[in-house]
DNA sequence: ATAAGAAACGGACCATGGTCCGTTTAGTCC
DNA sequence: GGACTAAACGGACCATGGTCCGTTTCTTAT
């Protein structure tokens, strides 16, 4: 939303320019609240683990209602999928625009291989939160959509033809948390895990 | 458990031989609860749909207490997890003794591709159903196992070579309820996500 | 048949996610 | 600055999953 302040000379006209369906803008308070409230939970998480994280608990730390933590978030699930946005910002920012292999400058195929570890490593990292986020890590979780755009990106990029959307999904998908949880059941090791991803990596790319 | 009628000349001796570990066998009026639980809950389902399935409703439902209701079952999920496996048996028949090429005596090849689609239409039939057993949908889910398993053994006959359990992983994620999720969100009709997934299956075959 | 012990039962009770609505507060317009 | 409106607030309230423990029922041994 553009905010032009009020022109002082006549002719006073609109003071407020609403870009296409741009949200109504956050209320002060409200803005304020929502800080505070993703304060209060990450110190949760940080002290007593993601299970202590009650949307009570959340909502006393912070200072707020009950009501309130659920107008911001709508759901505990809403809560910890913003959470989990936040803490991959900076594995985000790595992608785009850290070193190489991971962020730009390396090979495709490497750029490849570096997003495939460090994701399942991220998503090792932040399964707890990832599963208390639901559906909602899917939804809403901007974090997805960044992923999956990055891994179209790469396989195009290796020359690869075909539904990119739908192979995408089915490479990332063993990297994902519920695929995980099958997998950790058998104590699969992490390595293993990862050798077996490259291998279909190599198959689906066709090298 | 194999349990011995008394033999009933002389030497009255054991008449249990629990095999192994063997857990000691459900008491009579367990096991008829067990049975009017479950009955009950698909009556629920039949009725009003899985969300309708409370635990007191269903306890109510059974002329039963809700404690009971979690002995047998632990939990919803749990609960959900028993109904899937319940609904999933017909299916496990048609694979193992149906008629091709789901069934033996087709090409391993026509076998998977079967197999994918009619995985594909049956997690998209049973997806409540999976979601509201959650995690314990791929825990005690024999259903899964057996999913995993079958799969291992065709892409054996077809001669792939590598870590086929984790090839087996890869290649039924993309027919799982919690990646079908992130798919169907963006609209896309099945027919296309059938036609992704083989062209997957042909990239980790090699054909 | 009876007694003893183990297992199952049932429903009151607790914790927590989620809703509702009367009250308060941030913005806006004069 | 004061009035007005829409939005945000807060916490009582509800629904439901899950636990606990005193009571009842099955099973086995005598």
Redesign the interface.
Known sequence: MVVVTRVSGEMSEPVLLPLADTPPAERRDAARNRIALLEAAERLVAAHGVAAVTMDAVAHEAGVGKGTVFRRFDSREGLMAALLNHSETEWQASVISGPPPLGPGAEPWDRLLAFGRSRLETTILHAELIRAAG?AS??SYAA?SFI?MHMRYLLAELGVT??L???A??LL??L?A??L???E??G?PVD??Y???V??AR??V?R
Chains 1, 2 share one sequence.
């Open positions: 559906r899917t939804r997805y999956a075909g539904d959307q739908l192979l999904i089915a998908a063993p994902e519920p695929i949880d099958q997998v059941l058998d699969i293993r895990v050798a077996g991803w291998d279909l198959r689906i066709g």
